[in-house]
């Protein structure tokens, strides 16, 4: 009687414990998505350059109070508008390459929609071709901040597969000089409003 009341005493802890444990896990997911990219303002992205499109990659740690951290990875392309070639330079098929650091909070609205807000830092890396140089590219880099939220949809019973629609602004910040202020602002700031398409694994 004594061993068996100590087996399921055992057994029982056991479970209790494992349960626990499962609740205080962090959760984590991997995610993929389409994006759109619209600078906007005075400046030489917004005035010179077609809105970019590109893909991403990203990740998500989240804790059992719904606040966590994130990481975005984003390559984006442009073209040159027309008309505009003498004024962009000597340069062409602009790239961005974009790492968002951000905070996260997550509200979850039922069992199929949630939300998430984010708040951040943003690093870029600008790449365009030489015209006149084959192969040879111009590199700047800049960096800013972001804000955004997603909208969830999940997919199946587990909550493992997630749909998502989000909305970002970006601030872009470089560090160009020159010796007219209007022509620095023009070349070192601008603003970015983007929505993303994308796909999300959790586990």
């Known amino acids: 009687m ?3 009341f100590l087996f399921f005493f055992g057994v029982s802890t056991l479970v209790f414990g494992q349960k626990k444990k499962h609740g205080l896990d962090v959760v984590s997911n991997i995610e993929t998505k389409m994006i759109v990219m619209k600078p906007i303002g005075n400046n030489h992205l917004s005035k010179l350059l077609m809105p970019f499109y590109g893909f991403g990659f990203g990740g998500n740690l989240i804790t059992p ?3 966590g951290v994130g ?15 003498n004024r962009y330079g000597n340069i062409g098929s602009p790239t961005i ?10 509200d979850i609205i039922s069992e199929e929609f949630s939300i998430e807000e984010m708040a951040g830092f943003s690093f870029y890396r600008q790449t365009n071709l030489l015209v006149d140089a084959k192969n040879q590219k111009l590199k700047e880099n ?10 969830l949809y999940t997919l199946d019973r587990e909550g ?37 398409l994308g796909y999300r694994y959790n586990f």
């Open 65 to 67: 109070i719904n606040f």
């Open 97 to 106: 390459t974009n790492i968002d650091f951000y905070l996260t909070h997550r």
């Open 142 to 151: 800049a960096s800013g901040f972001n804000l955004g939220g997603k909208a």
């Open 2 to 4: 004594r061993i068996t």
């Open 71 to 85: 990481l975005d990875y984003n390559v984006l392309f442009s073209n040159v508008k027309y008309g505009e070639e």
């Open 160 to 196: 493992y597969q997630q749909v998502f629609l989000a909305a970002k602004v970006n601030v872009y910040l470089n560090n160009v000089y020159n010796e007219n202020p209007a022509t620095q602002k023009f070349y070192n700031r601008s603003t970015f409003l983007s929505l993303g």
